[in-house]
């Protein structure tokens, strides 16, 4: 169709010359954008070419003139962009844009175009380093006998330190913060939320992510995306988590039986990434990793502590009552009473609530950590 509409012609430049072409309109003040050589080429000039060898590529010829190509003129494409606002983009100031190469294989431009359009796509939401491609890409949709979709051009991300992301350093690839422990629903939040009028908080899911997102709330200039926020975000997420969502996940670190809901309930307020909660599952069924070094005073202290321990049967409020008997037979209270006892249970000096992990422990796995 664009061949026939005379809107696609074949180039025979190589790129040594393109870029000598380039170099030559500089100097003389020029834009360095392609003159359209190819359309004053003769039929000799064609078969010389091609009896040496040479193929073309294909360049669309951008509606920027009046009559003469050769003459461009001024010819501005408008839209109203639903982050930017009112968008201009003049074609006089673009070269034709090559849709096929050599070989005859297309560039992104005219496939992108061609699919928007088969699949009926409404709106193209992507970052605002696509504004000039926006004006060629609307030029073609009308070419092609087709309606544009809305347009939207959100900023751009940079590092925390103001630097662009690089794709090579792959510092933040979607992999390497999902081997970092990062949920999807952390990235997905700060990636949608920064940069925009909204608060950057952790969206449990898409849908409501999805109806916190307004286009026209995003700032023009770039946003900082800073790993650490992903963290904070991370441990939010997971401190809400409901069991049914976490379960299979579970499942694989080796969580299941009767008390898995009430583990998971115990330890989410304390995780940074999921897979930590294998750590806690292990501590409680097979106790500390490391054993505490106490000293002569706290050795005694626990003995005693762990004389005290109330008899079975145990329910939510066995951790107060022990304590109470604690405190009342030695006198300790605050950090001075807790924390020995946290360290002889778990081998952490923090951590989920005792209260908490004392019933999954139960008695006997309670004494068992008796130094």
């Known amino acids: 169709k664009l061949k026939a509409a005379r809107l696609l012609y074949a180039c025979y430049e190589t790129p040594e010359e393109l870029d000598l072409r380039r170099k030559v309109r500089r100097t003389r003040g020029l834009p360095p954008v392609y003159g359209r050589e190819a359309l004053t080429l003769t039929p000799e000039q064609i078969a010389e070419y091609q009896s040496d060898g040479r193929r073309p590529h294909w360049r669309f010829l951008l509606p920027n003139f009046t009559s003469d190509p050769l003459q461009p003129e001024r010819t501005e494409v408008h839209w109203n962009d639903l982050v930017r606002g009112e ?39 992507r970052g605002d380093d696509h504004v000039t491609n926006t004006g060629v890409q609307i030029a073609l949709f009308q070419a092609m006998g087709a309606e544009p979709p809305v347009f939207g051009h959100h900023n751009l991300l940079t590092t925390a330190s103001g630097e662009g992301l690089s794709k090579r350093s792959g510092a933040l690839s979607i992999e390497s913060l999902r081997e970092t422990g990062i949920e999807p629903m952390a990235v997905a939040s700060l990636a949608v939320l920064v940069g925009t009028s909204e608060n950057v908080v952790a969206v449990p ?69 999921l897979a930590d909660a294998g750590i806690w599952w292990r501590t409680l069924r097979n106790g500390p990793q490391e054993q505490p070094d106490f000293s002569d005073v706290d050795r005694d202290f626990l003995r005693q502590a762990f004389d005290l321990l109330p008899e079975d049967p145990w329910n939510g409020s ?43 422990l139960g008695r006997e796995g309670t004494l068992a950590r008796r130094p």
């Not at 050599?102 to 009926?120: A, N, Q």
Request: hydrophobic share 45%; aromatic share 8%.
């Open 205 to 273: 899911d898409m849908t409501e992510l999805a109806r916190r997102f307004d286009p026209a709330a995003t700032s023009k200039s770039a946003a900082k995306f800073d790993p650490d926020e992903l963290f904070v975000l991370n441990r939010t997420l997971l401190h809400h988590m409901p069991f049914s969502e976490a379960r299979d996940r579970l499942i694989v670190l080796g969580i299941s039986g009767e008390q898995a809901e009430p583990f998971w309930l115990a330890v989410r307020g304390n995780l940074d990434r």
């Open 318 to 360: 066995v951790w107060k009552e022990w304590t109470g008997r604690i405190r009342e037979a030695t006198g300790r209270k605050g950090k001075a009473l807790f924390m020995p006892l946290r360290l002889a249970l778990t081998g952490q000096p923090s951590g989920p609530e005792l209260a908490d992990l004392l019933p999954l």
């Open 87 to 125: 968008a201009t983009v003049d074609l006089a100031s673009l070269s034709d844009p090559v849709l096929m190469r050599e070989d005859g294989t297309y560039l992104y431009t005219l496939p992108s175009v061609l699919d928007d359009i088969e699949m009926g796509i409404s709106h193209v939401i």
